[in-house]
């Protein structure tokens, strides 16, 4: 059974950071793309940054290049998200994904609120 699960979402203040996990099981994590994507009130799911699965080429949207930061440990069958200088329009339920050819898995979701 295939299983993405993410964590370490929360309330945080403008400047701060957070850490996301997403611990991932039931396939062959070291040979798919990861990715974290997020999805805002009101808003489409939008692509936050993506790694390859040998953990070699990243890719970040525009609106976190320079903030954020996309890891993984294949080890450990996870994929991280470091998250610094947050800003309130970053607030968002974050999702992982894995994806290989047509094998498209995704998480349940972590809240992540940016606000004073």
């Known amino acids: 059974q295939v299983q993405l699960v993410e964590s370490g979402g929360g309330l945080v203040q403008p400047g701060g950071s957070l850490r996301l996990s997403c611990a991932a099981s039931?396939?062959?994590?070291?040979?798919?793309?990861m990715s974290w994507y997020r999805q805002a009130p009101g808003k489409e799911r939008e692509l936050v940054a993506v790694?390859?699965?040998?953990?070699?080429?990243?890719t970040f949207a525009d609106s976190v290049k320079g903030r954020f930061t996309i890891s993984r440990d294949n080890a450990k069958n996870t994929v991280y998200l470091q998250m610094n200088s947050l800003k309130p329009e970053d607030t968002a339920v974050y999702y992982c994904?894995?994806?290989?050819?047509?094998?498209?898995?995704w998480g349940q979701g972590t809240q992540v609120t940016v606000s004073s």
């Open positions: 039931g396939f062959t994590f070291s040979s798919y793309a």
């Open positions: 994904n894995g994806r290989r050819g047509s094998a498209n898995y």
């Open positions: 790694i390859r699965n040998n953990g070699g080429i990243t």
